[in-house]
């Protein structure tokens, strides 16, 4: 670590940013699933999705870099690329999701959503998972449930517990727990019309990743987003996590669920990196917003923002990304699940395509008295950083691996992955 | 205009996203303050403030290609880019102005500034000038008085009244003027105090820009700060039209009204057209922020939006931009001055710096029937555009002409600019 480093970097944007690592890592270059830090050792990145398509991938950069050197200009006035870019993502949605606003961030997407969402119901009730995280403006704030918020929830705001068949539902018959958790979704929807705040929107993500990669039962996303529109809410698809091919099983996470979102977010990996969100959503929606509101984002939808989330599109289909992350995870899939039977304190493999993770216990997951590990949880992603690694955790008690790598990770790499992991596992057995 | 591009657009983004001009224009390409359309005329930008050191600078293309080629992270890893970047930019501030938390637009800095003056304050009463624009999010829709937002003025919002001694108080006594909008501001705190929502933060732009460049009376900043801090809330200075050096006398636009704010918020030109903001604010404010909220921005504070937000520092100073900007403005500003002794319908030279513009009226400004003319001012950018030079308006009655070049302008430039100006008002006189 660079100690006088990080003292500048506390006497300038302060000590709370989070870092992760006991030992904080400092690097400067990267390719692909590969990041070199600054004594020159190469790390294998099987935790960040904003390098969707890899690290500095030359393609996003050649397009950056043209654009920017041609012209960087905001939407009032025409220009093809943004309009261009806008088509070809919105070919990949359902057609009902026909429009497009451009964002910076999934955050002032989510939060745009909300403006959205509250303006069409003309109610302001928002239904949330009980252990999320959508964004940090103040409006996310209030609805924020995953991770530490002065503001503690709204009022208007009622949390559900997302079921997990592979977690605290483990065991149970998966239409008992679709009945109680929907049952759970209708008594949340009750409150707010209750108290009158009636019902605006439920925000999700479709892979419940900040709850720890929740395998819910058949039919209770449709179940829940049924339940929300009755009441006559909004569904808000937030694919941040899962969005862009993420899952190898659709290019969006929602797909998976057979439901098509009333509005769909998105944010870190739309620009491999580069600032760029947006909101998806019916023209419809965007007619009843539009004229209301003069809603301008200075540099949403400029042309080189534009330009890099194109090249992300053109790169996952030039790579065929998509089909080599389903072929990649189901080797890790095979590969954890062997691992499962040599160690009987890793709960069941949890995820979806290259977003997957197992919850570490403190004994054999069979025993009662065994219960989610934090402290282990971290002693493996330590010991995956020694081993030059990058991993993360996630969940309620950040217990669950988080395994995320860029979409570009092949089958070599994800075996040279898999081998460490089996030896980090086998050491801190 | 191209009319196919133009429904394409509509049929992606929709119809409400603003477009300028009755003939939208369609740029392909630009540097310094030139703009090149898809017919290869040339236009001439005394508009746009977001290309601050001119449009596609290579300093700043290079600085952008160079850091994407190596790496793009979050700060969750140590990355030296990005603390040498918010050392430079903090030398540019008062040193109790300590500390930067990045983002990636002026409403994402907006809104975090809210969070952070309503947790430390405890309160959520807020002053804003009853017609001024700080963003687009749900916190900042609440505050929003200059354009459209459906949501209407919050509860806990006061508006106050802007000065302007060239505009709606010319003529009358400065001090008398001075003496009236503070006790406005009086009024509006003690209202926000009876009402139980206490005081927690002004928000102003210190060029106040939406309201059509008012010049206040000589110590109304400094007295509506120091009414504000008495009631127990925080400054903010929003200084996404006013810094950077647009105002050439200050690098910052609150050091013209000698106060230093409790937070300062960036934007628009920081990056360039980079999507790049941030809060600036005393350690203590974050030391109090920070143990509160796990607040992580995603892209925010990544190496290649620091590699561009430290790329126009190092333009400015090697091209000695504000000073030039300093040099060019007197030009400007004689020149306008000049023109408004043969125009009797031209208001007063308003503005400081490189961010100019006037008001036009009716009829000769001496005379009481003459009123701002919305339709004349309209018609002047109109020419203007025919004359292949880019401005537009701004002010409540849109009669405030909008000048504000990129700071790259040369006083060669400033004086074509200058003689299609006085062509347009001779035109359209």
New interface residues.
Partial sequence: ??HT??E??F??????????YDQ???????SGVW?TDVNGDRYLDAY?N??HVG??H?H??EA??SQ?????????????R??EY??NL?ATFDRRL?????T?????SN??A??IA??HTGHTGVLVSDFSYHG????L?EVTTG?????GIGNHVRTIRIPDLDGADLGRSESEVLTESLGEVDSAIASLQEHGFGVSAVLFDSLFSTEGLNRVPGGYVKGLADRVRAAGGLVIGDEVQSGFGRTASAFWGHQNHRIVPDLVTL??PMG?????GGVVLP?AL??E???????????G??P??AAAGQAVLDVMEAEDLMARAAATSRVVREQLELLRTKHDHIGPIKGTGLFFGFEVFSGPVSESASRPDAERTKRIVERMRRDRVLISRIGRDDSVLKMRPPLALTIGEAEMFLDRLFAAIQAVA
Wanted: glycine letters at 6%; charged letters at 20%; hydrophobic letters at 40%.
């Fill in positions: 670590m660079n480093l990080l500048r970097r006497n300038t944007l302060g000590p709370y940013t989070p870092l992760f904080p890592l400092e690097f400067v270059s990267a990041l960040n904003v390098p690290h500095a030359p996003v950069v950056i870099r920017a050197s041609a012209l960087n200009i905001h939407t009032r006035y025409l220009n093809d943004v309009v806008a088509e919105l026909d429009r497009v606003m451009f910076n961030s999934g955050s002032e939060d745009l909300f403006r509250n303006q940090h403006t103040r409006a704030a991770l530490r918020c002065d503001e944010g870190k491999n990196g580069h600032p760029l023209a965007l007619d917003f539009g004229p209301r509101n003069m809603y301008f984002n200075t540099f939808g400029n080189v923002s």
